[in-house]
């Protein structure tokens, strides 16, 4: 962990109207690994991977407290530009949300709303690279005309991968991407994500414990809003030093 932490939460405290949903929390994601978020329902998780690239902003009456570095740079401040923000550090749903737009628009949206597009020759070569990345290109490549809703779930998850991927992000938050596909697409998103680490800092929510041990280096475990552990993956799903953490992974509750 020697390199400067590409995402640091610092006593993050975050609030629903009067409810607290966030409690001083300190993680910090590291460039080039993959940090898991894992937990019970309503822990936080979704919460906690919105802020970073301030989703909740659009959420009325939520309130935030201590600071978010990117970069070593606060990125809470009004000032910041957050289409500039979510460009950089781009956002794949639980369940896929594809725009009703072809598979080609699909990817080519971002790169045209933030100027980005260039010649046809270059949004072409882009969209080509963000769906081999995304591991859909051999499946789409003939039919890129078609309707992103005639692909399949699975499908459909690749494809906002790859409309994530198109803006060259720098981090790439993933909430629970596997939880509404098949196990052969799942494994598809596990190999893309172990992938991806070569070049982005990812973060992951996952429900699934073997995922979280299958794809991270740290992993951070919270309970109703709280930092119980944080630690190297190995080190929490072999030996974790919470008692909490150990009930959590071994099904004990949760
Ligand atoms: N828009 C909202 N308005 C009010 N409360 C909210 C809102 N979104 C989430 N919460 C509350 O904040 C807490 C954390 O929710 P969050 O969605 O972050 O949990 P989670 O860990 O992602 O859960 P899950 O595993 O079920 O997705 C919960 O108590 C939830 O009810
Ligand atoms: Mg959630």
């Not at 597009?117 to 969209?127: D, F, K, M, P, T």
């Not at 859909?136 to 690749?158: I, M, P, T, Y």
Request: overall charge neutral; some cysteine.
């Amino acid at each position: 962990m020697s390199d400067q932490p590409k995402i640091e939460a610092k006593n993050l405290d975050f609030y629903y109207g009067a409810k607290q949903a966030l409690k001083s929390l300190n993680i910090a994601c590291h460039p080039r690994k993959v940090t898991a978020i894992i937990g019970p329902s309503g822990c936080g998780k979704s919460t906690f991977i919105r802020t970073l690239n301030r989703m909740n902003d659009v959420v009325a009456g939520t309130r935030v407290a201590g600071d978010i570095l990117v970069d070593g740079s606060s990125i809470l401040g009004p000032k910041i530009d957050v289409v500039e923000l979510r460009k950089r550090i781009g956002m794949v749903f639980q369940k896929p949300n594809p725009f009703p737009k072809s598979i080609f628009d699909n990817i080519a949206y971002g790169l045209r709303i933030n100027g980005m597009a260039g010649s046809r020759e270059h949004l072409e070569e882009v969209v080509e690279k963000s769906l081999v990345e995304a591991a859909l290109w051999d499946e789409v490549k003939d039919r890129l005309k078609d309707n992103a809703f005639a692909l399949s779930g699975g499908q459909q998850q690749r494809l906002c991968i790859a409309r994530a991927l198109a803006v060259e992000p720098e981090v790439i938050l993933f909430d629970e991407p596997c939880s509404a596909i098949d196990p052969i697409a799942t494994a598809k998103i596990e190999d893309l994500i172990e992938r991806l680490k070569s070049t982005y800092t990812v973060v992951i929510v996952t429900h699934n414990m073997q995922q979280a041990a299958r794809v991270s280096d740290y992993t951070a475990f919270l309970m109703l809003g709280e930092l119980i552990e944080f630690d190297e993956t190995k080190k929490i799903f072999t030996a974790p030093s919470q008692k909490m953490t150990e009930d959590y992974i071994t099904g004990r509750f949760g």
